[in-house]
């Protein structure tokens, strides 16, 4: 089993800056594959970004590129996602998601762990 823990969310201005933090415990952070989902009010859970084992190869939503970060750091066994110029539209709850395959999927359904999401509120 994983655990994961989100951190981080809160209310920021449009062009603002948040942080979000993943916290992972109960396996081998370095054997797990990490990615960021967002889940809007009535909208489907969408794909933000992932992150490889080894944190060399990143994944973003069209979106989200340019303005968003993954990275990871596999002796604290956290992965972040910097998220910069927010606009209202990134409003939504973030979850983090791991799981133990190779492949980096986009797929929330690939997925076996997921944490319970930290709301982001973006003003305009």
């Known amino acids: 089993q994983v655990q994961l823990v989100e951190s981080g969310g809160g209310l920021v201005q449009a062009g603002g800056s948040l942080r979000l933090t993943c916290a992972a415990s109960g396996r081998n952070f370095s054997s797990l594959v990490m990615g960021w989902f967002r889940q809007a009010p009535g909208k489907e859970r969408e794909f933000v970004a992932a992150?490889?084992?080894?944190?060399?190869?990143?994944y973003y939503a069209d979106s989200v590129k340019g303005r968003f970060t993954i990275s990871r750091d596999n002796a604290k066994n956290t992965v972040y996602l910097q998220m910069n110029s927010l606009k209202p539209e990134d409003t939504a709850i973030y979850y983090c998601?791991?799981?133990?395959?190779?492949?980096?999927?986009?797929?929330?359904?690939?997925?076996?762990?997921w944490g319970q999401g930290t709301q982001v509120t973006v003003s305009s």
């Open positions: 998601a791991a799981d133990d395959r190779v492949v980096v999927p986009r797929a929330p359904r690939a997925y076996h762990y």
């Open positions: 992150i490889s084992r080894g944190g060399s190869n990143t």
